[in-house]
């Protein structure tokens, strides 16, 4: 199976335990987005014989782009390469960034896979992380995305400073409860 990732380096703020490559500074998107086609434009030649089968925006966080700048990204994917007829689009997002505004514009674009960085439902956890949503922002998103989307992954992350394993059991079975398809978990690295 091929597939194509695509780094979006932009994030509303900096999580404390983030080593990726970003900046928080949105005033480059449209330049970057256009150095990101040509870049696909450019190196075209380098899969003639490969079909790609997933397209996956990862980050920082691909979510803060709009419409229009994920569909053009697409767009360019599909048209200097060879893509299979019903692809995996996914799209890494937070929770704070997927309004209802959003998840229905998503679900009318491309984009049929969403992977939403929760890192974990509890308060504590996404303070010290500094994350922009609160625990009750990730539920609701999962929910609301549910509506959308039915191939939908979570992050979690373990190992965060006083996480009890009974905590961490709580976060996994919050997810199974919300019928979660796919969980992916780190460790925390900082």
Known sequence: MSGIYIHIPFCKQACHYCDFHFSTNMKYKEDMVAALCEEIRLRKNEYIKTTVETIYFGGGTPSVLELPQINQIIDAVCQHYQVAENPEITLEANPDDLTTE???????SPVNRLSIG??????????????????QEALACIVQAQTYFDNISIDLIYGIPDMTADRWRENIYKAIELKIPHISSYALTV
């Open 102 to 108: 959003k998840l229905a514009q998503l679900n009318d």
């Open 118 to 135: 929760v890192q974990s439902f509890f308060e504590e956890d996404l303070k010290l992380m500094n994350r922009a949503h609160n625990a």
